[in-house]
């Protein structure tokens, strides 16, 4: 169905297999962790407001002066099926692309969502494999499980994990994928983006509270703190809603 | 994902998914299989033991004074759950802190890693503090009555910044060597991480064996379950929490929210340890009490369960 090929890096997140397996040992944590910030994106997408595109444009820049290696900035869909992205092309040509970063696009199918799984995608030729817990129900026992499945079909370079907090469970399996040797975790700014299955729940890792335990963890990940909480701060009052960051919450109360 | 296609949304049902899934199940009903049980594999102790302490540490910094009839219909709400040690009230002088409440079985006695901290919040030094403890606790012990310490500013202190885990360690080993049967190790302001969380325990567990250990941790920058999993991993196998993740510390600005009860009961099941604890009794007795001090819970288990 895709008609235009597009040039940026490809990159498919797809719902990975569980299977019961005996777990690997736990190994050293990595020295560097890359964050994939979703927040523009998957954020967005699953806000009830939809905000303008200069708003969006002003929060991706605010991403990359934070530091952020790789945003993914917004999805090639129809706008019928997700009108928060239907200006994918006016924000792509108005972000400001700091040298060095990554600004992927999410081009999703249907079709290969339902049947791919991860060693598919990726002799499909994607660089990168992000594993989607996508409606948070996970825990640290399957997300090794899972990964430990996974690592035996894809190199461990070549994953990363996409934790939703529905369940307040992201982050203690994000330390499981990391303690297993994944280096590249997606999140997503004041956690944006609820969950679409669960009116009221909470959706994505905040990229906050992430940066907070990684920089605890001696981590390096290039990404200042406070810009990443101005940016947040933005895009909540943009978008009239709280943040749902813990870091956010106790910073603004001292 | 924005808007779902209407097809997409009736194939899952998400009710049936929650009613289902395992890690919502009652535990103790063994609806896990055990070839999913990686607990022994990876390390992990069998059976955790949660300390509650909503009705004390949570009630204690709600605005609302709570009646007495509906903190007493919330811990009986809460025994209901198979929580086998809830911490009902405590003792101190009604001018600083005003709930109070009278009857007690098993007794705690509070230290803290900092001297700063301390004194703003019982009005004295640490070495006299202890010296105060040891009085409660002789007289406790001579009563066959147990007692639980609790060392404050475990990862860090609101007035003094960084707490060193040998400083955690002395006061901890006081506590033990005085007769309590558990020392609880708390991140007050909730400003650690998985590495301080280790490296504190490993200096503490030189002087503590692990079974007489408890962490107590906030969740005020979202770092208590991944907190929490580090000292099960190192092999801490009793956990405090708060139903609903009330309250937090009067006396540290800015700190607030412990660990929710629901969240780790939730991550507990999931990893197959057994805790003896019903989540759905637990996530009801959240919402008796949330309703009664009227604030919405800090839960995330409860805001995906509810709203569904």
């Not at chain 1, 303008?52 to 530091?67: H, W």
Request: aromatic share 6%.
């Amino acid at each position: 169905m895709a008609t235009v090929r597009k040039v940026l890096p490809r990159r498919l997140v797809g719902l990975a297999t569980l299977r019961a397996v005996s777990t690997s040992s736990v190994g050293t944590l990595p020295k560097q962790v890359k964050i994939v910030e979703v927040g523009p994106r998957d954020g967005l997408q699953n806000e009830k407001n939809v905000v303008p595109t200069a708003v969006k444009i002003k929060l991706i820049d605010m991403l990359s002066e934070a530091g952020l290696p790789v945003i993914e900035a917004t999805s090639f869909v129809s706008p019928k099926w997700v009108p928060q992205m239907a200006d994918h092309t006016e924000v792509l040509r108005g972000i400001q692309k700091f040298p060095g970063r990554s600004y992927p696009v999410l081009t999703p199918n249907l079709k290969g969502f339902e049947s791919a799984v991860a060693k598919k995608l990726y002799s499909m030729g994607c660089y990168e494999i992000s594993l989607g817990d996508t409606i948070g129900v996970g825990t640290p026992g399957a997300m090794k499980d899972m990964l430990s499945a996974v690592t035996h079909e894809v190199p461990l370079f070549a994953l990363a994990v996409h934790c939703h907090d529905t369940y307040g469970q992201a982050l203690a399996n994000t330390l499981v994928a990391l303690q297993m040797g994944v280096s590249v975790v997606d999140a997503s700014v004041a956690g944006l983006g609820g969950c679409p299955y669960a009116q009221g729940a909470s959706g994505n890792l905040a990229t906050e509270d992430l940066v907070y335990m990684l920089a605890g963890l001696g981590i390096h990940t290039g990404v200042n703190l406070q810009k990443l909480l101005a940016a947040g701060d933005f895009i909540c009052q943009a978008l009239n809603r709280k943040t749902s960051s813990k870091v956010a919450q106790a910073t603004c109360k001292l | 994902m924005g808007n779902v296609p209407s097809a997409v949304k009736h194939c899952l049902s998400y009710q049936q998914l929650l009613r289902e899934h395992l890690w919502i199940g009652d535990s103790v009903a063994g609806a896990l299989d055990p070839a999913q049980d990686s607990s022994q594999v990876s390390g992990l102790p069998e059976y955790v033991k949660i300390v509650e302490v909503g009705p004390r540490d949570g009630l204690q910094n709600e605005k609302v004074i709570v009646p007495t009839d509906i903190k007493i219909e919330f811990i009986n709400q809460l025994s209901q759950t198979g929580l086998s040690v809830i911490e009902v009230t405590s003792f101190v002088s009604s001018r600083w802190v005003p709930q109070v409440a009278a009857g007690a079985t098993e007794i705690s006695v509070f230290g803290a890693a900092s001297e700063s901290f301390t004194k703003k919040n019982i009005n004295c030094s640490i070495e006299e503090s202890i010296g105060k403890f040891e009085e409660v606790i002789k007289s406790a012990r001579h009563m066959n009555i147990p007692v639980r310490g609790y060392v404050s500013c475990a990862l860090g202190c609101p007035y003094e910044g960084n707490i060193t885990p040998q400083k955690v360690t002395d006061v901890a080993k006081r506590l033990y060597s005085l007769g309590c049967y558990e020392i609880s190790l708390g991140d007050t302001i909730g400003v650690g991480t998985p590495g301080s969380m280790k490296k504190m325990l490993e200096c503490v567990m030189k002087e503590i064996p692990a079974g007489a250990l408890a962490v107590h941790c906030h969740d005020t920058y979202g770092q208590a379950l991944a907190n929490i999993l580090t000292a099960l991993q190192m092999g801490i196998s009793v956990v405090d929490s708060a139903v609903s993740g009330l309250g937090g510390c009067p006396y540290a600005k800015g700190a607030s929210g412990n660990v929710a009860t629901e969240d780790l009961v939730y991550m507990l099941n999931g990893l197959g340890l057994h805790t003896g604890v019903n989540l759905y009794k637990v996530m009801e007795a959240g919402d008796f009490i949330c309703k009664a001090v009227n604030k919405t819970t800090n839960s995330k288990v409860a805001q995906a369960s509810f709203s569904a």
